[in-house]
């Protein structure tokens, strides 16, 4: 059996720090035999002295509570020093809270660990021990392996955590977390043979706690607390791994607004793939049936970042769909106010790496003037951008650029300072896919604005022309009310109403009306099913209640007057009556109040 005993990375688990060593290895280690495990027993582990408050690398411990699905050790050192009614009740509330919640919502999603595993036993192994403030928890990958590859090991599917949280919410976060990463290494290492980006297997660790509901209350959550780290580190780039809290925000926030688009499933696949990191999220894309690539996801979760506007664009793709982010926004990197100057250049440098966000708003201008704007990347690297353009009267817009082979874009924006309040450029580079280190290199470029009188600056070339929107009579589409669409080449069913159609985000939903059928659904063309509006109000039959349905499978009631939602620009051909049975079947999020 032939292994490469490389160490490979060291991961930080819960944006404070622990230990992960992963090994590329071929074929697979063989189950332990089968061990006895009783309330009481003592057994000496091997910990990180790194994490550890005392700087110990071994401590025993004793089997204080075993549930179905985990074992929860307890360091004798601590449980000697007192208090032993608080911590034993806290290990209990933790049991039921992995037998209960975390263990059923993570695997359901993420798949399971090894099990029975190394030592042959069907529950994972929990040791609690006082780490450091530093620390929340860690996985280790050589318990996986035996004594004989890797003395160290503890021969065990197992995770460390720090008693200090024990009997706080946090705790459940910390578990959560760790957990996932005990099932990515079966998934993804002793199934597939492969390992996975450390940011793309952290980043389905911070989306953990999520799955669990305990994000559903922002204050004091996780998502509160990453949010916040974002809005501070919002340029860390979101593949390079550093082992900073700056990564952990990214992660985080990038897996929120992919998760609200693209569900469940396409997580899903993204551990079923025999690839990581960016060709794994590409390869679900197309299995799913989506027709954008990673690039293109990146740069909507970029405008989303500084807009944040459901109403900007269609689908909903330049917005966070978690009604708990729906007032999050980033800060730009630099605001430029221009003075209304004539044909005089103002230029800026910066860099950046690759999958890094920027934003960059400029304003000022005045009557009778245009801006041009010009983008080079130094290196020739590539680099794609969106201008969002944020008119006078309120309205926006969103354009896309790609460099050309000189690594350069430009554009007249007319009426600027008029028609035109302010644009925002948000620029990335995308050069690198694969092979990501802990300090990539940077990217160097820079960008020019211009004023001039209407007309009088050089017209812009089209570097990456889009098709011609063109104005063509389309036949409505006929189909009664109630009927069941999916577009060809698209795997979303949609319900439909008037001129208005419902996505049915799971199989549960259809299955919960009896007069619904698989073999009922209609395949229409993309221009029929694009006829009809989307809509996301649902009532439950007999209730007045409306509630807006999210799609990450939450409802959130619309606590508004009828003035209110009518001044909103809601329609009310827009709710769709469902039953109690599909109702039950979202979760409920915070309350919609305007």
């Not at 990180?48 to 411990?61: K, M, T």
């Not at 679900?284 to 900007?312: H, I, T």
């Not at 910066?350 to 983008?375: C, H, V």
Request: proline share 3%.
């Amino acid at each position: 059996m032939k292994r490469l005993n490389r160490k490979r990375s060291r991961l930080w688990v819960f944006g404070l720090a622990s230990l992960v060593l992963c090994f590329i290895f071929l074929g697979s280690a063989l189950a332990g035999s089968a061990q006895a495990f009783f309330p009481g027993e003592t057994k000496g582990f091997n910990i990180n002295s790194e994490y550890d408050y005392f700087g110990r690398n071994s401590i025993s411990a004793t089997l204080r509570q075993a549930g179905d699905k985990a074992l929860f050790y307890v360091d004798d050192e601590l449980w000697n020093s007192g208090g032993n009614d608080q911590i034993n009740s806290a290990v209990l509330k933790l049991l039921s809270e992995f037998d209960e919640i975390i263990y059923p919502r993570v695997t359901k999603v993420f798949g399971a660990e090894w099990n029975p595993g190394i030592d042959n036993e069907g529950r994972i192994t929990i040791l609690l021990f006082k780490m450091k403030d530093i620390a929340g928890g860690y996985f280790n990958t050589i318990d996986e392996f035996p004594k004989s590859v890797f003395p160290l090991s503890n021969e065990r599917e197992m995770v460390y955590l720090n008693s200090n949280f024990l009997g706080t919410a946090r705790i459940n976060n910390f578990l959560a977390h760790e957990f996932q990463h005990l099932i990515n290494y079966y998934q993804k290492e002793k199934l597939r043979g492969v390992v996975e980006d450390i940011w793309l297997n952290e980043a389905r660790s911070e989306y953990a706690p999520t799955l669990c509901g305990y994000d559903e209350a922002l204050a004091g959550s996780n998502l509160e607390k990453r949010s916040r780290e974002f809005i501070q580190n919002s340029s860390d780039s979101l593949t390079e791994w550093r082992e900073k809290i700056g990564d952990y925000g990214s992660v985080n926030l990038f897996m929120q607004y992919l998760m609200s688009r693209y569900g469940e499933v396409f997580l899903k696949e993204t551990m079923r793939s025999e690839k990581t990191g960016i060709a794994s999220i590409n390869d679900a894309l197309e299995k799913l049936g989506f027709k954008e690539k990673f690039e293109d996801v990146f740069m909507n979760w970029l405008v989303a970042n500084y807009a944040n506007d459901c109403l900007l664009g269609e689908q909903k793709i330049f917005c966070y769909l978690n009604s708990n982010l729906a007032d999050f926004k980033i800060i730009p990197n630099l605001t430029t106010f221009l003075l209304p100057v004539k044909n005089k250049i103002f230029s800026f440098s910066d860099n950046t790496k690759d999958w890094s966000g920027r934003w960059y708003r400029i304003s000022g201008g005045g009557e009778n003037l245009d801006l041009k704007l010009e983008f080079k990347s130094q290196t020739g690297e590539n680099f794609k951008a969106a201008v969002l353009v944020l008119k006078s009267d309120g309205k926006k817009e969103i354009q896309f650029f790609s460099t050309d082979p000189e690594g350069k874009f430009w554009k007249i924006f007319k009426g600027f300072g008029s028609e035109i309040d302010s644009i925002v450029l948000i620029p990335f580079s995308y050069g690198k896919k694969e092979n990501f280190t802990a300090n990539e290199s940077l990217k160097n470029f820079s960008y020019s604005m211009e004023l001039g009188e209407t007309g009088s600056l050089a017209v812009a070339p089209v570097l990456t022309p889009s098709p011609a929107v063109s104005s063509v009579s389309q036949k409505i589409p006929s189909y009664p009310d109630g009927s069941l669409i999916r577009a060809e080449e698209d795997y979303k069913v949609y319900v439909i109403k008037g001129n208005f159609k419902r996505w049915i985000q799971s199989p549960q939903i259809l299955l919960s009306y009896s007069h619904w059928d698989w073999n009922k659904i209609i395949k229409v063309s993309t221009a029929d099913r694009d006829w009809y509006k989307d809509a996301g109000l649902i009532r439950a039959e007999n209730d007045y209640k409306v509630y807006e349905a999210n799609g990450d499978m939450s409802k959130h009631w619309l606590n508004i007057s009828t003035r209110q939602f009518t001044d909103s620009g809601r329609d009310w051909n827009m709710i769709f009556a469902v039953n109690k049975a599909e109702l039950d079947l979202y979760k409920t999020g915070a309350d919609v109040m305007r």
